[in-house]
């Protein structure tokens, strides 16, 4: 356990639709990663946050957006959900910004977009 | 597109061998790490190299990196059926936070 949760597990919606996935990091941690696994494109990263505050973006659609709030967790919205969004989507966290740190992920939602 | 290229995409070999990985990027780096995703689970934080490092052990594993060929190595000793996932390589992509991730090398240990 990495002590990262995310909420839900798995998500199953129709295209048009709109998500939000929750993460809450590893206590202390002030760095929070988001990243899409699927088959064709493997891991990707979307964007990070560190304490409130964007700090790296990645190939993140523009009908995604993300943000951590005050106790940190972040959420990441998905919006006009398309069938390509199906995958899986991990959060990660670090206690800082940093050239060293290893990250933790959680156990990821799987989305399923029909 | 990816930065690393793990090899080979799959392996497999008998319980108690030693399981080789390769992993080549293409821009300078700071660290280089390894994880493990047990299928369809969340990854697991194994090895973190450092660019001045040149190998780093931890229990079983044993990572090599040689910056001059952009190239690591993941090396499993005394491989276990509990090894069986899939091994990423990901680099800091040259100072930036985000982790650049390989297509990962699918492992199994047969019994």
């Known amino acids: 356990d990495s002590g990262v949760t995310q909420t839900p597990k798995h998500l199953i919606t129709a295209t048009g639709q709109r998500v939000t996935l929750r993460c809450s990091p590893r206590?202390?941690?002030?760095?929070v990663y988001w990243y899409q696994q699927s088959l064709d494109q493997g891991l990707q990263f979307l964007i990070q946050?560190?304490?409130?505050?964007?700090?790296a973006k990645g190939n993140i659609l523009e009908r995604f957006s993300a943000q951590q709030f005050p106790d940190l967790h972040s959420e990441l919205n998905l919006s006009s959900l398309e069938l390509g969004d199906s995958a899986l989507y991990f959060c990660?966290?670090?206690?800082?910004?940093?050239?060293?740190?290893?990250?933790?992920f959680g156990p990821g939602t799987r989305l399923t977009v029909t | 597109s990816q930065q690393g290229e793990e090899d080979p995409q799959a392996l497999s070999i008998q319980e108690g061998e030693n399981a080789t990985m390769n992993c080549s990027y293409k821009?300078?780096?700071?660290?280089l790490q390894w994880y493990r995703q047990n299928s369809g689970r969340g990854l697991v934080h194994l090895i973190l190299?450092?660019?001045?490092?040149r190998e780093k052990h931890s229990g079983r594993l044993r990572v090599t990196l040689d910056t001059s060929k952009k190239s690591s190595s993941l090396l499993i000793t005394a491989s276990r059926a509990a090894d069986t996932a899939s091994y990423f390589c990901?680099?800091?992509?040259?100072?930036?936070?985000?982790?650049?991730f390989g297509q990962g090398t699918r492992l199994t240990i047969n019994p």
């Open positions: 990660a966290s670090s206690p800082r910004v940093g050239q060293h740190y290893e990250q933790y």
């Open positions: 206590s202390g941690d002030l760095s």
């Open positions: 946050y560190y304490n409130g505050e964007e700090r």
């Open positions: 821009t300078s780096i700071n660290n």
């Open positions: 190299i450092r660019s001045n490092e």
């Open positions: 990901a680099t800091d992509a040259g100072g930036a936070q985000k982790l650049v």
